[in-house]
Each structure stands twice: as structure tokens, then as C-alpha cells.
């Protein structure tokens, strides 16, 4: 823009320059008898050009936004739309209540609550089978026997499996039958636990 006003007033001062200073002298002028300040690269704009406003902003207002947002486009960016991104704070309907505990979760998920003591008591199990058999091979299945139910198994029990004992109550929601296979073959004998006596 500045290049473009100095450009201009190169263009004043050589009209200034054939007007006046040859009805003075009396003789052609020099070309260029006042120097420039701005040798532009292109042409001289001609004389008897109209003047136009355009030609001194040189596209410097370009970047600003030439057409107004319509409301429907400014609602789609604020609050987004239901079937695609909806931007608004929904009630969530995927939120259950625990039937053990009474917290809160959300649908087809675990319960965290209930979740931390079943992690809790397999920490205890673990660390309890790594002091009495250590890191070696077993080569035997490994029973869990908390306190009081040694004396529910006989001899047999404790040949074919081996034994770690626990020195706590079980849990209410560990029941028995939990260690039982679900591929367990004809042979072994298996038994119905009823609700009432799972824990």
C-alpha cells in the first residue's frame, strides 16, 4: 500500500513537472527534472485515468469474511447437531445400581466397588501361594482352604491337590463352588450347591 500512495505521488510531481515548469522555461523539460522518490516497475498509470479508491487498499482487506453466518450454521458450531456431534449435557441413561453392593455403575460393566475386593482378596491369594510353594513349577492342581474347612476334605484331597491354606474366613461372595471345573470329566464326582448355602 505505501509503495502504491509513493507510486502516486511520483505520478503528481511529473505532472507538475510538464504543466508548470514548461510554461516557465520556455523550453522542453528534461524528463525526470525532479527526481523520483520510487522507480515503480511497472508503467505509469496514464494521465486521464479515473481515480478509483480500489487501487490504493492493494488487497490489504482481503482476509476478512465477505459473507455473514447465518444463525442456523452459528447453532450447529455452538451446540452441534443430535444424529452427528451433540454438544449439549445429556442425562445419562446407561447407569446402574449394584444389586450387592448399591453403587453405582454403568450398564454391561463390572461394578468397581465389588471388582476392588474380588482384586483385593486375589492379591492376598497370590501373595499367600508365592510363600508356601515359591516361584517353582506345581505339578499338582492347587486347592485354596481358608480357615475352618480343612476338616471337610479327606485323605484323597490332599494327594491329588495341593493345599494352601489361608488364615481367614472366606468371603460371603467366594463361594465353594467357584473352584469347581467346568470341564470336569464323568468320573469326578460333583455337587449342587444351593443358593442359601453359597457362603
Not at 522518490?37 to 481515480?51: G, H
Not at 449439549?88 to 468397581?112: A, M
Not at 494327594?159 to 494352601?164: D, G, P
Amino acid at each position: 500500500m505505501a509503495g502504491h500512495m509513493l507510486k502516486c505521488l511520483a505520478d503528481a510531481l511529473v505532472h507538475f513537472e510538464y504543466v508548470y515548469l514548461n510554461a516557465l522555461l520556455r523550453h522542453p523539460p528534461t524528463p525526470q527534472l525532479i527526481p523520483l522518490l520510487v522507480q515503480p516497475s511497472q508503467q505509469l498509470v496514464r494521465k486521464d485515468a479515473p481515480f478509483d479508491i480500489n487501487s490504493i487498499f492493494d488487497g490489504f482487506l482481503w482476509g476478512v469474511p465477505t459473507c455473514r453466518r447465518s444463525a442456523e450454521k452459528r447453532m450447529m458450531r455452538k451446540y452441534g447437531a443430535p444424529k452427528w456431534h451433540n454438544k449439549l449435557i445429556l442425562p445419562r441413561k446407561d447407569i446402574k445400581v449394584c444389586g450387592t453392593c448399591g453403587h453405582y455403575h454403568e450398564d454391561k460393566c463390572l461394578c468397581p466397588n465389588c471388582y476392588s475386593k474380588v482384586k483385593a482378596e486375589t492379591t492376598v491369594l497370590q501373595e499367600q501361594m508365592i510363600k508356601e510353594l515359591g516361584i517353582k513349577p506345581v505339578e499338582k492342581e492347587v486347592a485354596i482352604l481358608y480357615q475352618g474347612e480343612k476338616n471337610q476334605f479327606n485323605d484323597e484331597f490332599f494327594k491329588e491337590n495341593t493345599v494352601v491354606e489361608v488364615e481367614k474366613a472366606r468371603p460371603k461372595w467366594f463361594s465353594k463352588n467357584l473352584l469347581q471345573k467346568s470341564n470336569a470329566s464323568v468320573n469326578i464326582e460333583t455337587t449342587t450347591i444351593k443358593p442359601h448355602d453359597l457362603g
